[in-house]
């Protein structure tokens, strides 16, 4: 099985040293993803902050050659827990119907005092 290192021309620049995500046989692995843009941190109302991280997301999956639809397991990092209503009440309008599997927990603090990160797991098998 070969990895394919996959960085998205259009998404926010890395924080670090990794990949936006990576391909390995039919699975795309995304990293952890924030309100980040070319500009900087999009710090603003959790609301704002998360809509920006799934902008992000649609990015760098788009560059995998894949989209939300294809996730099939979500790991949400809230900064704190107090959000989570209102990170499902947001994540519902992007997930509808056929959900992934998904984990979601308070971390002690995220990178440039972010209020949530994402990362997921996408398939891009044909099904056959």
């Given at each position: ?12 620049p890395a924080?670090g040293?990794y ?9 795309v692995?995304?990293s952890g ?10 710090y ?6 998360t ?9 760098v ?18 900064a704190?827990m ?9 994540y519902q309008?992007?997930?509808t ?8 927990v308070?971390?002690?603090r995220?990178?440039l005092?972010i ?10 098998g044909?099904?056959?």
């Amino acid at each position: 099985m070969q990895k394919q290192c996959v960085n998205a021309t259009d998404g926010p620049p890395a924080k670090g040293p990794y990949s936006h995500a990576v391909i390995a046989g039919d699975f795309v692995f995304v990293s952890g993803q924030g309100p980040f843009t070319a500009q900087g941190v999009a710090y603003g109302t959790f609301e704002h902050e998360t809509r920006v991280t799934f902008a992000n997301f649609e990015k760098v999956l788009a560059a995998a050659g894949c989209g939300l639809k294809d996730i099939v397991k979500v790991t949400v990092f809230l900064a704190d827990m107090n959000d989570f209503a209102e990170f499902n009440r947001i994540y519902q309008e992007y997930f509808t119907t056929d959900c992934p599997a998904r984990s979601c927990v308070q971390v002690g603090r995220l990178p440039l005092d972010i209020k949530v990160e994402i990362e997921a797991v996408a398939w891009r098998g044909t099904g056959d």
